[in-house]
């Protein structure tokens, strides 16, 4: 397998997640499965997850309906594009008159 950091903002990146309870956080949430650098071996985890979540159900265990395997795609550089509409949103809010943009671009 392929697996790759999903924080790793220089490739392109296949992240699958698993929406679930999660019981040390007491709440539903999509928790990170993993990551990978090729579609092929991304599908067949999001497959793999279905299938687990499908068994369950029919053993009547842990059987929440809202359960689901899911992913995204992460183009190179995404996760520094959306620090910097999170910086922007912020310094609108705070109604910020001049940024330094020189730092958003690098």
């Known amino acids: 397998m392929a697996e790759v950091d999903p924080k790793d903002d220089t490739?392109?990146?296949?992240?699958?997640?698993?929406?679930r309870y999660?019981?040390?956080?007491r709440e539903r949430r999509n928790v990170l499965v993993a990551a990978f650098d090729n579609e092929p071996?991304?599908?067949?985890?999001?497959?793999?997850?279905e299938a687990e979540v499908k068994q369950r159900r029919g053993r009547g265990k842990d059987?929440?309906?809202?359960?689901?395997?899911?992913?995204?795609?992460?183009?190179?550089?995404?996760?520094?594009?959306?620090a910097n509409a999170h910086l922007l949103s912020r310094a609108m809010r705070h109604?910020?008159?001049?940024?330094?943009?020189?730092?958003?671009?690098?």
């Open 95 to 106: 109604r910020v008159s001049s940024l330094p943009f020189e730092e958003l671009s690098s």
């Open 63 to 82: 059987a929440d309906p809202r359960e689901r395997a899911s992913g995204v795609v992460y183009e190179p550089g995404y996760l520094r594009r959306a």
């Open 41 to 49: 071996e991304f599908l067949a985890c999001v497959r793999r997850v």
């Open 22 to 25: 999660d019981l040390a956080r």
């Open 11 to 19: 490739i392109r990146r296949f992240v699958v997640w698993h929406y």
